[in-house]
């Protein structure tokens, strides 16, 4: 086995209490085996991944990795077997890159290692880019490339030493649909030629097709298995009898906290308890919206526009990013920015907020200064704050006195009422991603931007997001560049940026 967990307990240290990511985790994975992991934001496949990779040991139960127990392992030797038998990819891989090497001398760092001779080196770069499909990259700087050219070189860097376990932490979160699918091919090509075992942990279901097997953890535990064959997934029973049932399941046949177990020829049927005293269960509340089929808003009269653009035009040194762009961002709605990734997304929210000047053009607010709140696709927290804490912070910084139940009220909508006393620096990436999205809407502001706001949530954290957003639509202008369909069908105005080729910059938006 290249993966060997057994009842495999993880704690985070915290305040007021430790937090058990994992829980008696249980699961192996073989030599040259494709796994996809998929689960609810919280459920723990970060740690998963942290485990696996020999970031972290565990805290009780058995990990092995390489037929290597990770617990006896000290710091340099996990950090060994990480540099030798282990590639890691995130969303952010490209991220690390140094801006001043080219993409060759970038992935040629790599491979400084006694035992290689220059020519070593050499062949192990070009075919680590070769894999990856960008050759045509080698000579370029980062600065100069796409998101998804940046992600590829980051992945030749991850993988150039040949590793036998690829680790893929949401690798498509910020891609387009087919920026998305190529980096899957990718992955399962790498895999496919040099042998490796390859996890992906991500909430991308497209993921699946090259999986051996789905496997979701729910609840630090690995509660669901689905073979390449099988026509559903099954649920998974740990050695002690522990059986999760799916909340979906779980809401449909309306079982609270008790249910009980009824035995019917060869099957057992799971049903509600009669004397559970179940409450009637908690469904997220969907904010009104009407919107025609050509994303104009159905309402009679039109909200004066927030903040226009005219011909505007980017540059970043020579790379000409946006050209004649223009728009008019109007208060009470939704507005969708789409566009492959590369295409200037990111840019054209900066530029929105007034924090990034365009080479050319006008940014105008024909209503008059408002203020903005910015949701970036990383955000960063002050360090020892709970989620409670950073809220009333933000709503300080801005003058005005916390108020505990639009606070409180908040977080529930976004399904974290029972983390606000949680310090940040223990979320989960999608808890951490729903709090800065409540941090952005807390501020009240009359343009609200957001930059992937669902990137890194599971479609019912998504849902969540997307009702919050269409509510907050009511009361200002929410403009969101993303790649999620079910935002952008939510959308009352759906701007597509041209797409770039040959590096040619994205020119006016298109209305869809």
């Given at each position: ?347 054209l929210l900066s530029i929105l907020s007034g924090y990034l000047p365009p080479t050319s053009g006008v940014v105008e607010s024909p209503a008059g200064a408002v203020d903005v709140s910015v949701c970036p696709a990383v955000p960063a927290f002050p360090d020892g704050l709970t989620a409670r804490e950073v809220l009333d ?120």
């Amino acid at each position: 086995m290249i993966i060997d967990l057994d009842d495999v307990f993880v704690l985070y240290r915290g305040t007021p209490r430790d937090i058990a990511a994992l829980r008696g985790l249980s699961i192996q994975v073989r030599q040259g085996e494709r796994v996809v992991i998929h689960g609810p934001s919280g459920a723990g496949k970060s740690t998963f991944v942290k485990l696996i990779t020999a970031a972290i040991s565990p805290n009780a139960g058995t990990a092995l990795l390489f037929d290597r127990e990770l617990s006896i392992l000290d710091h340099g030797a996990r950090n060994a077997l990480r540099r030798e038998s282990i590639g890691i990819i995130t969303q952010h891989s490209g991220d690390d890159l140094a801006a001043e090497l080219t993409c060759e001398q970038n992935v040629a760092l790599q491979t400084r290692r006694p035992e290689m001779s220059r020519g070593d080196r050499r062949d192990a770069t070009a075919e680590a880019l070769r894999a990856v499909g960008a050759t045509h990259l080698a000579h370029r700087r980062p600065s100069g490339l796409s998101h998804g050219e940046v992600q590829r070189v980051g992945i030749a860097v991850a993988v150039v030493h040949r590793p036998r376990l690829i680790v893929a932490d949401e690798p498509t979160g910020q891609l387009d649909v087919a920026n998305a699918d190529a980096m899957l091919d990718v992955l399962a090509a790498l895999a496919s030629e040099t042998g490796a075992t390859l996890v992906i942990a991500t909430h991308d279901e497209a993921a699946a097709r090259l999986a051996d097997r789905v496997i979701t953890i729910a609840d630090g535990r690995f509660s669901e298995e689905r073979r390449r064959d099988d026509a559903r997934p099954s649920a998974v029973v740990d050695e002690r009898g522990w059986l999760r049932i799916p909340q979906q399941a779980r809401e449909s046949a309306r079982i609270g906290r008790r249910a009980m177990f009824i035995e019917v020829d060869d099957a057992l049927v799971v049903a509600r308890a009669d004397d559970s005293g179940t409450a009637p269960v908690d469904r997220p509340t969907t904010g009104q919206h009407i919107a025609s089929p050509s994303g104009a808003s159905s309402t009679a009269g039109r909200e004066p526009a927030v903040r226009t653009l005219l011909d505007v035009t980017k540059s970043f040194g020579d790379v000409e990013v946006l050209k004649d762009v223009s728009l008019s961002i109007e208060a009470g709605q939704i507005s969708a920015i789409v566009g492959r990734s590369g295409s200037g997304k990111s840019t054209l929210l900066s530029i929105l907020s007034g924090y990034l000047p365009p080479t050319s053009g006008v940014v105008e607010s024909p209503a008059g200064a408002v203020d903005v709140s910015v949701c970036p696709a990383v955000p960063a927290f002050p360090d020892g704050l709970t989620a409670r804490e950073v809220l009333d912070l933000t709503v300080r910084i801005q003058r005005r006195e916390p108020n505990p139940i639009e606070r409180d009220e908040l977080l529930k909508r976004l399904g974290m009422q029972d983390l606000q006393d949680r310090v940040t620096a223990e979320l989960s990436g999608g808890e951490r991603q729903r709090l800065a999205i409540a941090r952005c809407l807390i501020v009240g502001a009359p343009l609200v931007l957001l930059d992937e706001p669902t990137a890194q949530l599971d479609r019912r954290n998504a849902q969540r997001v997307i009702d919050l957003l269409t509510d907050a639509a009511g009361r200002a202008a929410v403009v969101c560049a993303t790649h999620d369909a079910e935002l952008i069908r939510q959308a009352d105005a759906v701007y597509s940026l041209d797409p770039i080729r040959d590096r040619q910059p994205a020119t006016n938006l298109t209305a869809v």
